[in-house]
């Protein structure tokens, strides 16, 4: 996963990819402040998933939003939060013309609706 803003300072192979869901009614913010010339902080919706690469090391903090301020309501390690199964894992177990096609085939023909007979124009 490329990252255009606020790369990771060091390109070394201890990156991890990690996600984090709120699973809250409230907008939060997840900032990471431990890791040495980076900055990383993000806004994360309601029931959004915010997917990013980090430092095994960091810490995770989430202010969740109130009105006109935040409150640090928890910090997470980055590698709890680290994705185990890649896309080309996947691609390897089920064969990658499975994988693209199992996908497509599930898709349903678009249903026309019948407009009731008071709505038509004649």
Same mark, same amino acid.
Not at 9 to 17: G, H, L
Not at 33 to 57: D, H
Not at 97 to 120: G, I, N, R
């Given at each position: =996963?490329?990252?255009?803003?606020?790369?990771?300072?060091?390109?070394? %192979?201890?990156?991890?990819? *990690?996600? /984090?869901?709120?699973?809250? &009614?409230?907008?939060?913010?997840? +900032?990471?402040?431990?890791?040495?010339?980076? /900055?990383?902080? +993000?806004?994360?919706?309601?029931?959004? +998933?915010? =997917? @990013? #690469?980090?430092?095994?090391?960091?810490?995770? #903090?989430? $202010?969740? !939003? =109130? =009105?006109?301020?935040?409150?640090?309501?928890?910090?997470?390690? *980055? /590698?709890?939060? +680290?994705?185990?199964?890649?896309? %080309?894992?996947?691609? $390897? @177990?089920? !064969? #990658?013309?499975?994988? @693209?096609? &199992?996908?497509?085939? $599930?898709?349903?023909?678009?249903?026309?609706?019948?407009?009731?007979?008071?709505?038509?124009?004649?």
């Amino acid at each position: =996963m490329t990252q255009v803003i606020d790369p990771l300072p060091r390109k070394d %192979s201890d990156q991890i990819v *990690c996600c /984090y869901v709120n699973a809250t &009614s409230k907008i939060q913010i997840a +900032r990471i402040t431990n890791i040495p010339n980076w /900055y990383f902080e +993000r806004v994360v919706f309601p029931g959004q +998933r915010l =997917m @990013f #690469e980090s430092l095994p090391e960091a810490q995770l #903090e989430i $202010h969740t !939003g =109130m =009105m006109a301020s935040a409150i640090l309501s928890d910090t997470i390690p *980055c /590698y709890r939060l +680290r994705l185990h199964q890649s896309v %080309s894992a996947s691609t $390897h @177990f089920l !064969g #990658e013309d499975e994988a @693209f096609t &199992s996908v497509s085939s $599930h898709k349903e023909e678009p249903k026309m609706l019948e407009w009731p007979e008071a709505a038509k124009v004649s």
